[in-house]
């Protein structure tokens, strides 16, 4: 796999890229990475002045998302939570019982819509909390949450 660091130019990009798929205004402040396979990654500026060469590192940073074709942008759960913090647009409010649902791998339905586009990445917001990605569709939100994020057991409210 093949990584290298974004340029200006590139970043630049990105941030309008957010900017309309979610109507957040983002400027990234971190070092930003994109593989072969187009996934972003973050890593703080401190954390590239650290000497790995002392120690056994399988990856370093924060995944962000992956860009996908027609400008769209796949976000992971950490980077939904980031961008959410700003977004405007494709938010999905769900209530408690679509929250298990997405939790758990399945397709779910939203309380609420805002602003968003069929067949586009959308943000899922339970609360004041961003939770993930999903894709909005004609009647329902396909689930997109990786297999190795999901929770199959009972989720109770703390």
């Given amino acids: 796999m093949q990584i290298k660091e974004m340029s200006k130019d590139e970043i630049r990009k990105l941030e309008n890229l957010l900017k309309k798929n979610y109507g957040a205004r983002i400027k990234f402040k971190d070092k930003i990475f994109k593989t072969s396979e187009e996934k972003i990654w973050l890593i703080s500026k401190e954390a590239l002045e650290f000497d790995f060469s002392k120690v056994r590192v399988n990856s370093a940073g924060l995944y962000f998302g992956k860009l996908k074709r027609n400008e769209k942008i ?54 004041e909390d961003f939770v993930g990605t999903g894709i909005l569709r004609e009647n329902y939100i396909e689930n997109i949450l990786p297999k190795a994020r999901r929770i199959f057991l009972e989720v109770k409210k703390v």
């Fill in 74 to 127: 796949q976000l992971s759960v950490e980077g939904a939570q980031l961008v959410g913090k700003k977004a405007r647009k494709n938010i999905a409010i769900i209530d408690e019982e679509n929250l298990k649902k997405f939790l758990q791998g399945f397709d779910f339905s939203a309380q609420k819509l805002i602003d968003c586009d069929i067949n586009n990445f959308i943000l899922i917001k339970y609360g």
